[in-house]
């Protein structure tokens, strides 16, 4: 794509010194309108290319591929849910909850959003339980939370 630019730019240009060195009289006319020619087969050369489908938005579809990088992906993955549990395991200290066992379950599909919550209420009263849920639910949203 670059290449076919270059060339447009290379033939404009080279029309242009032509039109400045080329002397007044009766070929001029002829030479420009074969050069008119020539530029105009520059900027359609890559229309058949187009129209057989080697192009795909702009990429050549028989030299690159596009995939996923899953390394970077899962990096990015454990990166974020990393964050999140930092992040809600510094609320829960604030509230008090220093020794909290918990465990959290990331959505499948939209990887950044907490799915549940499972809390270890062994030695919790109900209503410690209740005021826990509430504010979980305040932190992290609408979302499941089950105790063992």
Not at 8 to 17: H, N, P
């Amino acid at each position: 794509m670059s290449g076919w630019l270059i060339g447009i730019v290379g033939v404009v240009s080279l029309g242009v010194l032509i039109e400045i060195l080329l002397p007044e009289g009766e070929n001029s006319k002829y030479i420009k309108g074969i050069f008119s020619v020539i530029v105009i087969f520059v900027i359609i050369s890559p229309l058949p290319k187009l129209a057989k489908g080697d192009y795909i938005n702009g990429f050549n579809s028989d030299k690159q591929q596009i995939s996923v990088d899953e390394n970077y992906y899962q990096n990015v993955k454990e990166d974020m849910q990393s964050k999140i549990q930092n992040s809600l395991k510094n609320k829960l200290q604030e509230a008090g909850y220093n020794d909290l066992s918990y465990d959290i379950k990331f959505d499948e599909e939209y990887v950044y959003i907490i799915d549940k919550i499972i809390i270890d209420t062994q030695d919790m009263s109900q209503a410690e339980i209740k005021e826990l849920i509430k504010l979980l639910k305040s932190i992290a949203g609408n979302v499941s939370i089950e105790t063992r």
